[in-house]
């Protein structure tokens, strides 16, 4: 028997369809979720789900069950978008009335414990027909469940690792869900990415055409996302609304912030920012409080239809029943100019990747652009004092900046330390060592070590491993190529006895995302200040270079460009060295920026106040307003913009 294929989300979910069927009989499964799913957590917990409340998710999940005519589909999503559900639903379903093989893809293992423990696991105990099919895992016979594999009559379903190519290269599945896909690595130690090798594990099922897959991701970076690219490939359905006015179909977009005359999401700057939305159809208000009675009349719609594509969806918080408008605002305020920040809203709120990559400014401009600020001194406003090196042949290459809490920056030493580098007391390392025990003054005498302290191992390894062994608080890095590595990796023990047990006071090692780190650096580095009545204010972000810096320093730290290339059959930007320009302060700066990422990421207002008490920053210097608890935007920026007039007086 076949059910015929119901595409109305409302014809399901307000039916009683369900009601009618023998238990084993075929049912979709937004059907088969609106009798039996219990929602595991959130703010229904335990709850029957109600999928009036999100109905954006029933013709995606409904593609998920046996009588739906596609095998894949792919969901471009921002945070708070339920999708996570969906996949529960469409679990739950295929378990009850679809039993077969089945896998789910998970990127990181606190990302895989999270999903069984907190979702799944909960889920299955909650939803009647599941309690009752899924065998225990206290069953010590081979068909009972283990943590990572769920078994049922007439199939099982496999909690797998996406950094696992051993798991991924077994994996025989009728129905693979891959979440989180963006977080997946390109290539797993050259064995192929996962989503190549879960394919490779459907393969059997080719030829009944019964296979299912589905990408579900936050995307993270343009031209390098998995997700952008699976949705690309589909139909590229949107949430499209009844406008309220004129009942023309629209999507609701973020155009233009600040601009009302143009369509789109629109609110002031500073708190409250009184959100309100221009419908492009007939420049109609709709107003915060209309949000989820307007999300309620939505349907999906393909913007790029074709032959042989298959459903891709893009879901994002300006549509979502979860989030308000204001809140969408009060993000995108927050995140001001700094690129790290605006990445994050544009991944985590609008459901888009972000574009990373910048190209390096013109080293002339940026030395044109130089400023008379006394060198090797730490400059008003810098609280944060790092230093990162990078060894060679001969010599190793020196950069010491200064970074302000709202990320200004200002190079106070760039050197190249001559001497042979293969022995750690003598040569440039021993001038290393004296760089190590440097105090930095401030402009009022008092003198700080560094507090970041960073050196490339890519050379001389087992010097480099030696040195930071002999000198606490120092680290070592390396380079790690790809956009969706992070700054500063965790510390990865290097030295390992004969038992394979790390020493203690070992070597350690950093892997260091020099990708992004040299997108944020260019971002950074073509900031202009801003003119205004009373003279130059600085950007956040905004890099000061001290007249003492050479061309040299210039063209190295601007010698490279983005170029576009493949990797393993995706389109794909790369950074490259400019012909006869050497890097290595390019380098250096990528290192200092990797060592201040922890500060600014972790650090509130009241954190950076509080240091600047510990270094006896003096009343004057200090912001006269009380520095803002940290959820407030708008007073944390006039915390910032204090800063940025005490270094007018450079
Ligand atoms: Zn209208």
Request: proline share 7%.
């Amino acid at each position: 028997m076949r059910l015929e294929y119901i595409h109305s989300a409302r014809a399901i979910v307000g039916g009683t369809l369900a009601a009618h069927f023998a238990p084993a009989a075929p049912i979709a499964p937004s059907a088969w979720a609106a009798e039996f799913a219990v929602l595991p957590d959130g703010e229904y917990a335990g709850e029957k789900i109600d999928l009036r409340r999100t109905p954006h998710i029933v013709e995606p999940l409904d593609m998920l069950g046996p009588d739906a005519p596609v095998n894949e589909i792919a969901v471009m999503k921002s945070g708070q978008t339920a999708f996570t559900t969906m996949l529960l639903c469409a679990i739950g379903h295929s378990i009850d009335r679809d039993p077969c093989d089945m896998v789910v893809v998970q990127p990181t293992d606190v990302a895989l414990r999270k999903f069984n423990s907190i979702k799944l696991g909960r889920m299955i105990e909650l939803t009647a027909p599941l309690r009752d099919k899924v065998y225990p895992q206290s069953s010590r016979s081979a068909a009972g469940s283990t943590t990572y594999e769920k078994r049922f009559p007439r199939g099982s379903l496999s909690l797998l690792l996406a950094s696992s190519p051993a798991n991924l290269r077994m994996l025989t599945a009728k129905k693979a869900l891959c979440d989180e896909v963006d977080e997946y690595e390109d290539d797993l130690d050259g064995q192929g990415d996962p989503l190549s090798l879960v394919a490779r594990g459907q393969k059997s099922f080719k030829a009944s055409g019964t296979w299912k897959r589905a990408y579900v991701s936050t995307p993270v970076i343009q031209d390098a996302s998995k997700i952008e690219e699976k949705h690309a490939a589909g139909d590229q359905r949107r949430w499209h609304v009844d406008c309220p006015h004129c009942k023309e179909r629209i999507v609701l977009e973020w155009n233009a912030p600040y601009d009302p005359t143009t369509h789109g999401l629109k609110f002031k700057k500073t708190f409250p920012h009184q959100a309100y939305y221009v419908a492009r159809c007939c420049g109609g208000v709709i107003e915060s409080a209309q949000k989820v009675a307007v999300y309620r009349t939505g349907r999906w719609v393909a913007t790029a239809p074709g032959p042989g594509k298959y459903p891709s969806y893009h879901f994002d918080e300006l549509s979502a029943p979860f989030s308000t408008w204001d809140g969408i605002a009060a993000d995108y305020v927050a995140a001001g100019n700094d690129p790290a920040k605006l990445k994050t809203f544009w991944n985590l709120t609008l459901g888009l990747p972000f574009n990373v990559a910048v190209d390096a400014p013109d080293y002339e401009l940026l030395m044109q652009r130089r400023e008379d600020y006394p060198p090797e001194v730490i400059p008003p406003g810098a609280l944060l004092v790092n230093v990162s090196a990078d060894v060679q042949m001969r010599g190793i290459y020196v950069e010491v900046v200064a970074f302000a809490p709202d990320q200004q920056s200002w190079t106070i030493f760039a050197d190249y330390l001559d001497g042979s580098t293969t022995e750690v007391d003598a040569g440039a390392f021993a001038e290393l060592t004296k760089l190590y025990e440097r105090e930095w003054p401030d402009t009022n005498g008092r003198k700080f070590r560094a507090d970041e302290f960073l050196i490339d191992s890519g050379y001389r390894t087992d010097v480099v491993y030696e040195w930071t062994r002999r000198h606490p608080g120092t680290r070592a890095t390396k380079g790690d190529d790809g956009w969706s590595k992070v700054p500063l990796g965790i510390a990865t023990d290097q030295d390992i006895d004969y038992r394979g047990r790390k020493i203690k006071g070992g070597a350690k090692l950093r892997l260091m995302g020099t990708w992004p780190l040299k997108s944020k650096f260019y971002t950074y580095a073509a900031l202009m200040p801003i003119a205004d009545g009373a003279g130059l204010t600085f950007p956040p972000g905004f890099c000061h270079f001290g007249r003492f810096l050479d061309e040299n320093y210039f063209k190295q730290i601007t010698s490279e460009y983005l170029e576009d290339g493949a990797f393993r059959g995706r389109k794909r930007k790369t950074w490259k060295q400019r012909p006869h320009r050497d890097n290595h302060f390019l380098d250096c700066r990528v290192g200092n920026i990797a060592g201040a990422h922890a500060y600014f990421t972790s650090f509130k207002a009241d954190d950076w106040a509080a240091r600047a008490i510990a270094r006896g920053v003096s009343a004057e210097e200090l912001p006269v307003e009380a520095p803002a608890p940290a959820a407030n935007a708008g007073e944390q920026k006039s915390y910032f913009e204090q800063l940025a007039s005490l270094n007018k007086g450079l």
